[in-house]
């Protein structure tokens, strides 16, 4: 039974789940709930919730993101916060649409990357006014409050440039908390003990 695999797509309604038997190996993206089956016995609900376990466990890391559709990102934020996963903001930069992804409680960031706030457009065009102010709405109320009242009274009316900060200004601002922090307590050297005389 060792090095097999199972493909548990079906099964729990997550986007890839592949598991080997030893339970080392699992690699796990966020669920799709349009698909998602029901359990249909006690042993399947066992393995559903594991599933689930697992995937709250590991981290998802964002890599240099230049943003995209707000709708697209409000889809993956829905599953984010579903499945409680930790976000680490990594990446170079983390522009537009990704930035909303710092309103999320699990969320940290790396001090060096650049993040990157402007207002909403179509394709860089402006939005009708009623648009514009709905979209900037729905984007503040995803950012830390912190940045709430910067971004509606200032970053969302920047449509041909971007205001950027650091992922260091964002924790000194207590908008962000450093995942360094989180990295160092988990590799910082145990004291070596003294021999007992």
């Given at each position: 039974?060792?090095g ?5 797509n079906k099964?729990?309604?997550l986007?890839?789940?592949?598991l080997r038997?030893a339970g ?13 089956a029901?359990?249909?016995?006690t042993q399947?609900q066992s ?13 998802y890391?964002?890599?240099t993101?230049?943003g995209?559709s707000v709708?697209k990102r409000?889809?993956d934020?829905?599953a984010l916060?579903?499945s409680?996963?930790?976000v680490?903001?990594?990446g ?5 649409s990704?930035t909303?992804?710092l309103?999320l409680e699990?969320?940290c960031?790396?001090p060096?990357?650049?993040f990157g ?8 065009q ?7 102010d709905?979209?900037s ?5 995803h950012?830390?409050?912190e940045l709430?009242?910067?971004?509606m009274t ?10 950027t900060?650091t992922g260091?200004?964002?924790?000194r601002?207590g908008?962000a908390?450093?995942?360094e ?5 988990i ?10 005389s």
């Amino acid at each position: 039974m060792s090095g097999k695999l199972w493909n548990t797509n079906k099964l729990y309604g997550l986007a890839q789940v592949t598991l080997r038997a030893a339970g080392i190996a699992a690699i796990l993206l966020a669920p799709n709930t349009a698909q998602a089956a029901k359990p249909r016995s006690t042993q399947e609900q066992s393995q559903q919730q594991d599933a689930a376990a697992i995937a709250s466990s590991i981290p998802y890391i964002v890599p240099t993101d230049y943003g995209g559709s707000v709708k697209k990102r409000l889809s993956d934020i829905y599953a984010l916060r579903k499945s409680a996963r930790k976000v680490e903001i990594t990446g170079a930069a983390c522009m537009s649409s990704c930035t909303m992804l710092l309103g999320l409680e699990n969320t940290c960031v790396d001090p060096k990357t650049v993040f990157g706030f402007h207002g909403p457009s179509r394709n860089g065009q402006p939005l009708e006014p009623a648009l514009f102010d709905q979209v900037s709405k729905i984007i503040s109320r995803h950012y830390p409050a912190e940045l709430q009242v910067w971004y509606m009274t200032v970053a969302r009316y920047n449509l041909s440039g971007i205001n950027t900060m650091t992922g260091a200004e964002l924790i000194r601002l207590g908008a962000a908390r450093s995942c360094e922090t989180n990295a160092s307590a988990i590799r910082s050297p145990r004291p070596k003990l003294r021999p007992s005389s």
